[in-house]
């Protein structure tokens, strides 16, 4: 328990941060969707690029951990998202829905919770998730929510559009960039690799400190509908699927098998809530998936480091 506790604490830290500042004026009204698009325009390409760029293919080549990890976010994903349309809703808040029940937050929990728990070998399958998360799911959450934008033009149009919106889009571009420049075999000069270091390095605290800001402000009276199944198809549904993937099916090494448990069970990042935030969608019911998963996660995070035999 202390272990997650001492992991998931500066994700509280961070996002109470944000709420102080905001309800002591210490920053304005504005200062949440202004920090988003830091994170959105400079922070989260930095530190999509950088990963991509210094991936090598050793590293992110374990197809049998990349498909039982995939099969876990991705069907959470396409369940939800069909379950949400099939409720009328657009298809702009069904695809934040789907994607708040799905994204993993892998870089800023992932990455220390499997270095505390599995040592230096936990890194690699951390690598391989967050790529799968930040390049494949957010890139196909972002694609759903330029169709739903886009729709009633015509199939044509409405591709036209999505896939110039998508060429344009930084969180589309830098990992697409970064995979281009890994193929090329070069490494990164010590100059720009400082630069991105340093801006990728922020998008996690300033997208916590985001939702912080977000939180504080006036939110609509009464309780915000359909967070409790999202939160549970998170923090239960995804890591058992995955499992069951890793485990049982592919019949994964030990390492790779905890490592997805592990890195499927953590609470939701602030993707969701970036996304619904630079679209301007309404952001109460993704924040809250935000704040409840994470606090969710300390319970089931803590029983699935009792399972594993580490």
């Known amino acids: 328990m202390s272990s997650v506790v001492n992991v998931v604490l500066p994700v509280f830290a961070l996002i109470f941060l944000g709420y102080l500042c905001r309800r002591t004026n210490r920053l304005g009204p504005s200062a949440a969707s202004e920090l988003n698009r830091f994170v959105v325009w400079l922070g989260l390409p930095a530190l999509l690029f950088k990963i991509t760029a210094t991936s090598t293919w050793a590293e992110v080549w374990q197809p049998g951990f990349i498909a039982a990890f995939s099969i876990g976010c991705l069907g959470v994903f396409a369940v939800t998202l069909l379950y949400r349309v099939m409720q009328k809703q657009p298809l702009v808040d069904a695809s934040l829905d789907a994607l708040g029940a799905s994204y993993a937050n892998t870089g800023y929990v992932g990455f220390p919770l499997c270095l505390l728990i599995l040592g230096e070998a936990g890194l690699q399958p951390a690598l391989v998730a967050s790529l799968i998360v930040v390049c494949v799911l957010f890139a196909l959450a972002l694609a759903c929510v330029e169709m739903g934008l886009h729709a009633g033009q015509g199939i044509a149009k409405t591709l036209a559009k999505v896939t110039r919106s998508l060429s344009m889009n930084p969180l589309v571009l830098a990992p697409l960039l970064g995979g281009a420049w890994a193929f090329g075999g070069l490494e990164l000069p010590s100059g720009p690799k400082t630069l991105l270091d340093l801006l990728g390095a922020a998008a996690a605290p300033c997208a ?74 309404e952001g109460s019911r993704v924040s809250r998936v935000v704040l409840l998963s994470t606090l969710g996660s300390l319970v089931t995070l803590s029983i699935c480091l009792y399972l594993l035999p580490v």
């Open 208 to 281: 916590l400190v985001s939702l912080g800001l977000f939180l504080a402000q006036p939110q609509p009276s009464g309780p915000v509908r359909g967070v409790w199944p999202l939160v549970l198809l998170k923090l239960i549904v995804q890591p058992a699927l995955t499992w069951y993937f890793a485990a049982v099916v592919f019949e994964l090494e030990p390492l790779w098998v905890y490592s997805a448990l592990l890195l499927s069970a953590l609470p939701t990042g602030t993707g969701p809530y970036m996304l619904a935030e630079f679209y301007g969608r």
